[in-house]
């Protein structure tokens, strides 16, 4: 037997506990791995808190990230011992996730444990660095440089956002922190925050084009903040769109892009071809400071992380949140 987060019943009434799970329960796959940590990200909380249809079936165990250690392999780049990491693949959606104390999946999902991190540094980051990661070398792929200008990041107390503006400014940019969380304004320039922007100043409807002021930006929520934040870049800026905390919808104008030439990146860490992913985590090794993953981060016992997931949509939790979940 093992501990697992289940969330059963059906997408009308579900009912979300920490169970004991039986091994024979596990789903499918060429790989067991003994999870020993993983993280609540936005899209673990809207599973838990069943705020969106995240589940696509049930019973199903949430997480989509963890890292552990690999007791089990019929996979041949794999082998009993080995540390490994998941990150997305529709785990924690259609296939049980990482928050359990046991996973058996597809070895094709997994990766090495990067070596500059613990497993527990690595759930830090999760799938919202890893994110944040592919946006900055989205960035960088069309031409954006610390020269270029600054570099808007929203949501910048999140996940996302925190290692957003860690990984930017410790490659030498200028950043414009957008947060909700004036109080946060400290946190923030301790990432490395040049300059704190008001959420409020994006949230509203705004015109088709607005001052030219950002050469690049990372935005994770969406709506109408994102129409307004294409508005305000400058020529041949890059706007790396990840995420849609404030709504799927975006009320914007073509005007960005045919009278500026911005570029809109759609960026998606859950299918990313592995070799991107691979990528992603050299890179964070290279421009992540893992001092400042500390301050970035809150350790919620696996038995209280039901109850995060409200605080997290609620927008109570400052960085990431990490869970260990070995017995
Ligand atoms: P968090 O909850 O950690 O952070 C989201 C942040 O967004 C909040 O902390 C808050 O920051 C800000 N925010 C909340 N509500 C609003 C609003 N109405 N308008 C503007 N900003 C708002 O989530 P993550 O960082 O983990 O994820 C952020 C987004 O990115 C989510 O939508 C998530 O689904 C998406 N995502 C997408 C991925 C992909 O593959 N495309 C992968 C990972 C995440 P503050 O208080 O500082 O303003």
């Known amino acids: 037997m093992f501990k697992a987060i289940l969330i059963e019943g059906s997408r009308a009434d579900q009912q979300v506990a920490l169970k004991s799970v039986d091994e024979a329960q596990l789903p499918e796959g060429d790989v067991t791995v003994e999870v020993a940590y993983s993280t609540l990200n936005y899209k673990d909380a809207l599973a838990i808190t069943g705020r969106a249809p995240i589940a696509k079936s049930y019973p199903m165990v949430p997480g989509i990230d963890l890292a552990g250690v690999v007791t089990e392999s019929a996979n041949p780049d794999f082998k009993a011992g080995d540390e490994v990491v998941l990150n997305g693949w529709g785990v924690g959606e259609k296939h049980w996730g990482g928050l359990a104390q046991k996973a058996r999946l597809s070895g094709d999902w997994l990766i090495p444990l990067p070596s500059a991190f613990t497993a527990r540094q690595a759930m830090a980051i999760g799938t919202a660095g890893y994110t944040a990661m592919l946006c900055v070398i989205a960035l960088e792929k069309h031409g954006v440089t610390p020269d270029s200008g600054d570099i808007l990041v929203t949501g910048a107390t999140g996940g996302v956002g925190s290692v957003a503006v860690a990984v930017l400014a410790k490659l030498g940019y200028s950043v414009t922190a957008v947060t909700g969380r004036r109080e946060e304004e400290a946190y923030l320039k301790s990432l490395g925050a040049s300059q704190i922007l008001d959420r409020a100043e994006l949230s509203e409807p705004g015109k088709p084009l607005t001052r030219e002021s950002w050469a690049g930006a990372i935005d994770v929520a969406g709506g109408q903040v994102l129409a307004n934040v294409c508005a305000g870049m400058k020529y041949q800026g890059v706007v790396a769109a990840c995420g849609l905390a404030a709504g799927m919808d975006f009320p914007a104008t073509v005007a960005p892009f045919i009278l500026r030439g911005v570029t809109l990146c759609g960026i998606d860490s859950v299918m990313a071809p592995k070799t991107e992913r691979l990528y992603a985590w050299e890179r964070l090794a290279q421009d992540l ?31 990431r949140i990490v869970v260990p979940v070995a017995g």
């Open 289 to 319: 400071s893992t001092e400042l993953l500390d301050d970035m981060m809150t350790e919620v016992p696996f038995d209280d992380a039901i109850e995060a997931a409200s605080r997290l949509m609620d927008g109570k939790i400052r960085g």
